[in-house]
């Protein structure tokens, strides 16, 4: 008796799979860019997960792609589809960073990690959704509005790189790239059960990519797994002379690490990240992942980060200071928008300005320039910057013990729309357990474990500078092993 | 009652790069606006700045012609205020960890004496844009080619006591920028601007008074005179029993006075904080001591040299130090001629007057420092008398050639032949027999009569010394 087994459809490969059919023959970049920009079409309305699509360049650059593939050449992303955060310049098209101020921005030239990714052969399918620029964590601070969770079109998907992830999670896109300065990938990863890696800072070129807090900021990978996390970052990671904080280190074979044994592993569970607002369905999730890597080998030990709860009040003092700084050529004067018929040059600045910044960059714009001013940068940037020490010296001891760190990506699931929009306290605690690393500097990554009513949970590893491939590694032997990171929202 | 004045320099110099501290961008002066600037001077978003090594160079260069202590590590900084031609809405700078610190020089006051004066420290740091008011009705154009230019600003301890003293230490750094080759020091162009903190105290106080920043001091005349005005100017003000207030003034030179431009109060705040895009300046001492290999003998050096080992006054050791090409060109000349004094004497005598007549500069004088050397030879082994010279050197100068060359077209060979010049006595002594016998009765002042008389036979060219001895021979009683 015959039997006729579904094939998975293509928006159900991994890059791995979709570069073996590419590779093969039996798929061209053409049908594969076609099959994703229809399910942008169909599914993007209720989503606005894309803030711009590039369907003529994407079908172009697949074409190109197919040509290269024909001719033997390539490697595993050519020919696939991926977005990019509207934060990374792309050359001729639009980057708004979601704000009404560049609105009108066209970048003459490529971010390096858009740059890296195109020379792989990535196929780039448009720009995703964002917290204006990249200021929040539900993304309803977007000038072109809140992106809606694909697993509760009432929820927020986490913020800032809330488009890029929905589109991964919806399957509107292969892989897309985001930016972390506080966890604005690993959040929302977390919250719309993806993969999502912030590297060490200074793996990943900041060249292009529009400056939030310099001295946080880092690009990463969104993905459906860490094997297709560990395909992206191998193309978008290395020293680049165009960013001088950018590292000279080589770039290890992160897909040569991906099947290393765990035995023996150490994990720290700092008590700090398991305390008071966690969510109990969240912990028992969590706590469900940590038993599977004791079966794998790995071996459990109670750590503390003690100064982790002034991580959030520290970096509400250095991303905005950074952030009021970074923000001030955006004047009206040689791009972006311009206020109409200004009385005078303050004019012009003023409501430029006011117009051009939604209300999230004009609070933290204002904490910011507070804290630098005459009399108040010794209270609080500087005393911002010595307690940034000692946060990074509770990592330093931990990893003395441990050799990677786990707990929640975040307290909790996704939560409604507009719930936490008038309390930006309450907001910011969404990535109390995310922003320590990057005032360290610190990998991290999120990846989905059992989720809660329905909605995905996170679990965050946290590894020493520069251990992204053993970060990948860990989360990919959870994938081999469980099914968590597969479960995929329902169609729209 | 007396006063004493008290004043401080801020010093931006240009450095000499081809690009950009922060940007690959040229640096060239005078092209159309606006391109000269890349992506990175406009302010674009994303972009970040890459140091340019070759400025921290010229900064340490600097650092060590003033016996400044390099820091091993320095950081850059953003002061951050609004204007249209700073595109980040910042300006990259040093601020608390400059890379240049306390360094001084000396500069010598009119009384000859020597002063050194403290220099506080000098640091890195990005020139803004330029606004350009006159040349749009209601408008303002903005010329971004000079955003991201590399500057040194070099600020001075307020060890000046006068408006000369002020000028006599700008000059003293822009002789050594140009010295140094770190900048071409071109005050018209803009590459090296003078800012002057003024202030005044009654003799004997030991408080600072308040001062004022002067600003649009283009030329080290306006300098002194801004300072002289200013110094009354707040005398007046104390004396009537009013005060000093803090502010920055400007300086129109059409009226020769300070005008208020802005107030303490109307003051910035900069907000200082460590540019996060920058990792701090960390200099080992292989690259201070690579930086420095090359520095040239510095002007005090040199001029000191000059007095010891040529034998020459204080004040042609000055003239001739004034800069290094002029240093150079002297040395050249006194090796090609073999005697400094002598080329002491046409280098600040003949040569410096044809190149202040046809306004040239030294490095443009159709006289090549082998040329005056050739010339000297000449002279001292009594090819030309010296008077003649003055005539070669006339026509080397008008591009005749050499000094052979011109002596031999124009045939001026001194005449040492002691017969030929004998004969030429003869006839003189034998045409004037009554100027010969007032001579001989003691008259010795006809002497003269006849040496002119000798000389202008032999059209200039007799060697003077012989003509004096065989007239005195022949014209013995």
């Known amino acids: ?492 | 009652m007396a006063w004493e004045t008290v004043i401080g320099l801020e010093i931006h110099t240009q450095l000499a790069t081809r690009s950009k501290i922060f940007s690959g961008a040229p640096t060239t002066f005078g092209a159309a606006p606006n391109t000269q600037a890349c992506a990175i001077d406009l302010g674009l978003p994303g972009v970040l700045p890459v140091l340019n090594r070759q400025a921290v160079v010229l900064a340490v260069r600097f650092g060590r012609a003033i016996e400044a202590e390099i820091a091993e590590r320095s950081i850059f900084a953003r002061k951050n205020y609004f204007y249209p031609d700073l595109p980040k809405g910042y300006q990259i700078s040093q601020y608390e960890l400059p890379v240049v610190g306390r360094g001084r020089v000396t500069i010598v006051l009119d009384d000859g004496s020597l002063k050194t004066i403290g220099v506080t420290r000098a640091h890195l740091e990005e020139d803004a844009g330029k606004s350009l008011h006159e040349d749009f009705h209601g408008l303002t154009g903005i010329d971004l080619n000079r955003a991201g230019t590399p500057l040194l600003e070099i600020v001075s301890e307020p060890d000046m006591r006068s408006a000369k003293e002020a000028v006599a230490y700008a000059r003293k750094i822009h002789q050594i920028v140009r010295w140094i080759g770190i900048s071409d020091g071109n005050m018209q162009e803009g590459s090296f601007r003078v800012d002057a903190n003024v202030s005044v105290r009654r003799e004997g106080e030991a408080r600072l008074g308040t001062r004022t920043e002067l600003k649009n001091l283009n030329s080290f005349r306006f300098l002194e005179k801004a300072i002289t005005f200013e110094v009354e100017r707040q005398i007046e003000l104390i004396e009537a029993g009013s005060r000093v207030v803090q502010e920055t003034r400007l300086y129109d030179p059409e009226r020769d006075e300070t005008r208020s431009m802005r107030t303490k109060e109307e003051a910035n705040d900069y907000r200082y904080f460590p540019d996060p895009d920058l990792l701090p300046l960390v200099l080992d001492t292989a690259f201070i001591e690579q930086a420095a290999a090359d520095l040239p003998e510095l002007p005090d050096a040199k001029r000191e040299r000059f007095r010891t080992a040529y034998g020459h006054t204080e004040y042609d050791a000055s003239l001739l130090t004034a800069n290094r090409e002029l240093a150079d060109y002297f040395e050249a000349v006194a090796a090609a001629g073999g005697d400094a004094k002598l080329a002491a004497n046409w280098v600040n005598g003949e040569l410096a007057a044809a190149l202040n007549r046809d306004g040239r500069e030294m490095t443009e004088s159709p006289v090549s420092a082998e040329m005056l050397g050739g010339l000297i030879t000449r002279i001292r082994d009594n090819t030309i008398s010296g008077k003649l010279a003055k005539q070669v050197f006339e026509a080397m100068w008008n591009g005749e050639g050499d000094a052979d060359a011109v002596i031999a077209a124009r045939g001026l060979k001194q005449l040492t032949d002691s017969g030929e010049i004998e004969r030429i006595i003869d006839a003189i002594v034998a045409a004037n027999p009554e100027q010969a016998a007032q001579y001989r009765s003691g008259k010795d002042k006809v002497f003269g009569f006849f040496v002119g008389q000798v000389m202008k036979a032999s059209k200039g060219k007799a060697n003077p010394q012989q003509v004096n001895e065989l007239l005195k021979a022949r014209l013995k009683p």
């Open chain 1, 1 to 492: 008796m015959a039997y006729h087994i579904e094939p998975k459809p293509l928006h159900e490969l991994t890059i791995a799979e979709l570069a073996q059919r590419l590779r093969g023959g039996k798929l061209t970049s053409v049908e594969l860019t076609h099959h994703y920009l229809e399910r942008i079409k169909r599914l993007d309305p209720q989503l606005n997960a894309f803030v711009t699509v590039a369907a003529d360049a994407a079908l172009a650059a697949a074409t190109h792609a197919d040509a290269r593939l024909a001719r033997g050449e390539g490697g595993p992303l050519t020919g696939i589809p991926i977005a990019h955060k509207d934060i990374f310049c792309t050359r001729g098209l639009r980057t708004s960073c979601g704000s009404r101020m560049l609105d009108n921005f066209i970048a003459p030239y490529d971010a390096t990690a858009v740059e890296r990714l195109a020379a792989a052969g990535a196929v780039v399918l448009g720009k995703t959704n964002m917290d204006e620029f990249a200021m929040g964590s539900s993304n309803e601070t977007s000038f072109y509005g809140p992106v809606k969770n694909p697993w509760d079109l009432d929820r927020v998907p986490g913020g800032s790189s809330g488009g890029s992830a929905a589109a991964v999670a919806a399957r509107l896109c292969a892989a897309a790239t985001g930016t972390d300065t506080g966890g604005s990938i690993r959040q929302p990863a977390a919250l719309c059960g993806i993969t999502g890696i912030k590297p060490t800072y200074g793996r990943v070129s900041r060249w292009g990519m529009i400056a939030f807090a310099s001295s946080l900021d880092q690009a990463g990978p969104m993905t459906r797994s860490a094997e297709d996390a560990a395909l992206l970052l191998q193309a978008m990671a290395g020293f680049d002379p165009r960013d001088s904080t950018s590292a000279e280190e080589a770039v290890p074979d992160y897909g040569a690490q991906l099947g290393t044994d765990l035995a023996g592993l150490r994990i720290g569970l700092p008590r700090e990240y398991f305390g008071a607002g966690l969510d109990a369905g969240v912990a028992a999730s969590i706590q469900g992942a940590i038993r599977e890597y004791e079966r794998l080998g790995a071996r459990i030990i109670d750590i503390s980060l003690p100064n982790s709860p002034l991580s959030v009040p520290v970096y509400y003092v250095v991303a905005p200071a950074e952030c009021s700084s970074n923000l001030a050529r955006f004047d009206g004067v040689r791009y972006g928008h311009r206020c109409e018929a200004p009385r005078d040059l303050e004019d012009l600045y003023k409501c430029s300005r006011a117009e051009g910044f939604g209300s999230e960059v004009k609070r933290r714009i204002m904490i910011g320039t507070y804290a630098l001013s005459a009399g108040y940068y010794d209270a609080y940037y500087l005393k911002a910057q010595q307690i940034r020490h000692l946060i990074s010296d509770d990592f330093r001891r931990a990893f003395e013990q441990v050799d990677v760190i786990m707990g929640p990506t975040s307290p909790t699931t996704a939560f409604p729309l507009g719930a936490k929009m008038d309390d930006p306290v309450a907001m910011y605690l969404n990535d109390i357990y995310t922003i320590a690393t990057n005032l360290a500097g610190l990998p991290g990554i999120s990846i989905p474990v059992a989720p809660v009513d329905g909605m995905p949970v996170g679990l965050q590893i946290i590894g020493d500078y520069f251990q992204e491939g053993r970060l990948l590694n860990i989360a990919h032997r959870l994938q081999q092993a469980t099914d968590w990171h597969l479960a995929a929202p329902p169609e729209v």
